[in-house]
């Protein structure tokens, strides 16, 4: 009579993969052979994606995991989560609400307070000791096949009020506390500096924090190069090769004694080595010294791909941010990037500029626009029963070179013969 | 000749198998069987075809029964592709338990479903093994560990500090999203 574990390997793992990852914990316990079976999945389910507080025991599991021999492993992203306790957000602030309770219940808030104290006193010893950069390095050493950090914060502020994800402004206002930008300023630092020593071999770092609900970082938020930390960054450069940086364009303050893009540009230049750099504006940010500036300012020596998402700026500061980087560029895409002002430009004009100058071998224009109107492009479609054709305009994503459209064909109208080329019209505006 | 439309199907892997007849649609939906039916005529069709499987002639009329009853859904062929009952290509979709596939795997006892999932695995019979992997993941689904031991009748081999050791690892498994949440 077959019994359950008579089963084949296959069918067994078939089985484990069908079940949710709450199930693969409790099969691991099951027997020796099921929690073998269910160790791959598991591994792939709970630790190809993984996700860590800045709190030592957090933190300390973490580098269990990364003593694991399967686990370790199993780990490809690191997400360095930035919720976090904020002094003036503990059970005390909501004393008022519950002081019509029972006294009891008035206790066990007072008991929350004393315990939410020691915690947030563990924080920030954790961030001020450099422990919490001693144990990331220590885990990402030990995991082997880490590709990428993610710095995110899926619930922020944590123990904060309830707020809604999308509540704008004053969901923004939140997060640009001074307690906060300080946290994250000493966290992303931590990150960098357990990089450089743990992981020096990192593909990609992605700053992405708050971006699930439409906010994003501040320049403020990023650490100077200066601090005494990432000086050792300075001076021993880590490999990384993509940085994502996604800011809140109400978060830059454009406060003339602060220099924010310096800020930026200083902070990407802790990564000299960076080969790919996408730089978005969560809410559109119409600054036009902002596009200047990194026009003239920014230079990567091996840049290969370039994103630039949600900015206003004008069809000369663009080209000249590529040809300082024409030598190297391979790519570039442009999410929601407007052509304002009277000075704006035209798109038909850029297009031409970096055909006929070779710019980039691949652009990709996604929902661009000027003042008005969507950069649009046209297919030329033949009707099966003969009649005249037909062209349909689009205003998503396209691409040109590379997989995409011909660069020969842009801007040209296609012959009669070749109507299955699209045909791109990019310097008229059409309304939508 | 017009092609043979019923094969004899004999499980030989113990003497005294019982021989099977069933409809060439509905052995098609074996893997093992359409590369019999590649490598050999008709005249050699007419002859028992042996297989050689581990589990009773029970569990095998059981299988061959679900194959006849699904023997108009499309099968999937050596290539990877999904073949209508017209030989032509249509589009894979996830498989779903049909009422009559619910009732079939409601009445069967573990020891038939095991030996279904053994004979469908042999057979290369891809959406009996499928279905049947998928009934028993929905059987242990939401279930502790001593649920699960109850469920599939197995007895743990863990001696006690292995078995610490592994619980102790809890906080491994747990992913730090959750830990947000609970606080």
């Known amino acids: ?432 | 000749m017009a092609p043979i439309q019923i094969l004899k199907l004999q499980n030989t892997f113990k003497p005294g198998g019982k021989v099977f007849e069933v409809e060439r649609a509905a052995a098609e939906h074996s893997g093992l069987v359409q590369m019999l039916l590649q490598d050999f005529d008709d005249s050699d069709l007419e002859a028992i075809i042996p297989i050689s499987v581990d589990v009773s002639d029970k569990g095998l009329a059981k299988v061959f029964e679900w194959m006849t009853h699904s023997k108009d859904l499309p099968k999937t062929t050596d290539d990877g592709s999904v073949r209508g009952p017209d030989d032509s290509a249509v589009n894979w979709k996830p498989l779903t338990f049909s009422d009559w596939d619910k009732k079939f795997f409601d009445a069967l006892d573990s020891e038939a479903l095991y030996e279904i999932l053994i004979a469908a695995n042999y057979l290369d019979i891809k959406p009996l093994y499928e279905l049947g992997c998928q009934f028993v993941a929905n059987m242990i689904r939401g279930k502790t560990t001593e649920q699960i031991r109850e469920i599939l009748n197995i007895t743990s081999d863990f001696n006690p500090e292995e078995e610490l050791r592994i619980r102790e690892q809890k906080a491994l498994v747990k992913d730090e999203s959750e830990t947000a949440e609970k606080n």
């Open chain 1, 1 to 432: 009579m077959p019994a359950f574990l008579h089963l084949p390997d296959e069918i067994l793992l078939l089985i484990v993969r069908a079940v949710d990852p709450e199930d693969l914990r409790a099969l691991r316990l099951v027997s020796r052979r099921l929690g073998g079976v269910a160790q791959i999945p598991l591994a792939k389910t709970c630790f190809e994606r993984r996700r860590v507080l800045l709190q030592q025991d957090s933190l300390e599991t973490l580098v269990e995991i990364s003593r694991h021999p399967v686990f370790g492993p199993a780990v490809r992203i690191l997400v360095v989560l930035m919720d976090h306790l904020r002094p003036d957000l503990g059970p005390d602030a909501s004393r008022s609400r519950l002081s019509g309770d029972a006294a009891h219940e008035s206790k066990s808030v007072e008991e929350e307070a004393r315990q939410y104290s020691l915690l947030l006193i563990d924080q920030e010893a954790l961030m001020e000791t450099g422990l919490g950069t001693t144990y990331l390095a220590q885990a990402m050493a030990g995991l082997p096949n880490l590709e990428s950090v993610v710095i995110d914060a899926t619930e922020w502020p944590r123990w904060g009020p309830i707020v809604e994800p999308r509540a704008g402004p004053q969901y923004l206002r939140l997060f640009m506390s001074p307690y906060t930008i300080e946290f994250v300023q000493k966290a992303l630092c931590a990150v960098v500096l357990a990089v450089a020593t743990g992981k020096p071999s990192l593909a990609e770092l992605d700053i992405a924090i708050g971006s699930e609900h439409g906010g994003g970082i501040s320049p403020g938020m990023l650490p100077s190069s200066t601090r005494p930390a990432l000086q050792y960054v300075r001076k021993r450069p880590i490999s990384l090769s993509s940085l994502w940086l996604r800011f809140a364009a109400e978060n830059w303050t454009f406060d003339p004694v602060n220099d924010e893009l310096e800020m930026v540009l200083d902070f990407i230049m802790l990564f000299p080595k960076l080969q790919s750099l996408y730089i978005r504006f969560e809410g559109e940010i119409d600054r036009p010294e902002l596009m200047n500036g990194l026009s003239q300012r920014l230079r990567l020596p091996n840049l290969r791909f370039l994103g630039l998402g949600e900015l206003q700026c004008t069809e000369r500061e663009l080209i000249s941010l590529l040809r300082g980087h024409k030598d190297t560029l391979e790519e570039v895409r442009l999410q929601g990037i407007c052509f304002g002002g009277d000075q704006g430009g035209s798109w038909r004009s850029l297009l031409r500029t970096v055909r006929d100058e070779q710019l980039v071998p691949a652009l990709t224009i996604e929902e661009c626009s000027t003042v008005g109107g969507w950069v649009l492009y046209g297919f030329d479609k033949a009707s099966d029963d003969g009649t005249p054709t037909t062209t349909t305009w689009y205003a998503e994503r396209f691409r040109i070179g590379g997989t995409g459209f011909a660069w020969a064909d842009v801007l040209d109208h296609v012959t009669e013969d070749n109507k299955h080329y699209p045909k791109l019209d990019l310097g008229q505006v059409y309304p939508i």
